[in-house]
């Protein structure tokens, strides 16, 4: 076996991803190399989309996620658009189906380049998100940041897309709220037994929301898709906003989500290539390709 595997440094719309060609390979992506391929700035990333074979019949690929932090993740919307762009432009299929822990996912590549991933159906049960205690109600949970008698984010919604969601609504502009310093401390919050990823939302229209994120093992990204479709999820159970949102991300990026009928969410985004190289799964080391140098 290849003591390296190639894979391509990518952007979905400005979340930082690896994506790592573990094909027809045994071994997986080490939690060691990827706090080594996140300590250099070359390849400095928010999340790995490792690309095994299919473990499951009618899946064309096994999908291992991983923080830039070396934990495991359950989803991820923005890297699985970098994962079908990648793979699209080797096959040139423009649909798959792919199993990752959260389930099976099928995404699609359209003529516009555009890519849209079912990313399944939301859970709002307490254990389903999950939450060390039962509320009976997770539209809006008892969970506050700041001065007792002013907190400056509070009764969040929380939503599982596979993976654990709180979305704080706020009415001012997202970038007043020091979510560098309240994140962390939300993130890893006794509530949250597998922490969190903390999104604050702005709900701009019925069809138009700003959101930013503090994800969980990643920290302040430039795009989270699985906190857009929590976020659209959770504010139209609240009636904040139809199930058809469009979303202004930090990294100046737009995402699209529709909840659809069948209780499917369909997050519909752009993905960007960078360059690729080549490394080794159990330490990091990586080099660039010659031909793909900038
Ligand atoms: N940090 C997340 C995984 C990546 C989510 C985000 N990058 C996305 O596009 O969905 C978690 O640990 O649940």
Redesign the pocket.
Known sequence: MASTAPFAKMN?IG?EIIVADMRGRADRVTPAAALALNADAATKF??IMAIHDAKTPGTAFFID?L?SDGTG???????MRCVVQALAAETGQKTFAFETVAGILNAEEHADGLISVDMGKPRFGWQDIPLAEEFRDTRMIELQIGPIDAPVLHSPSVVSMG?PHAIFWVDRDVWSYELDRFGPLLENHPIFPERA?ITIARVTSPETMVIRTW????GL?RA????ACAAVVAAARTRRTGRSVSLVTPGGGSLHVEWRGDDHVILTGAAEWEFSGSFDPSTGVWARDTESAA
């Open positions: 979905g979340n928010d999340q996620i923080n993740a359950q989803a991820c919307g923005n890297g993976n990823n994800e969980r093992g990643a990204t989270c898709g699985t906190a």
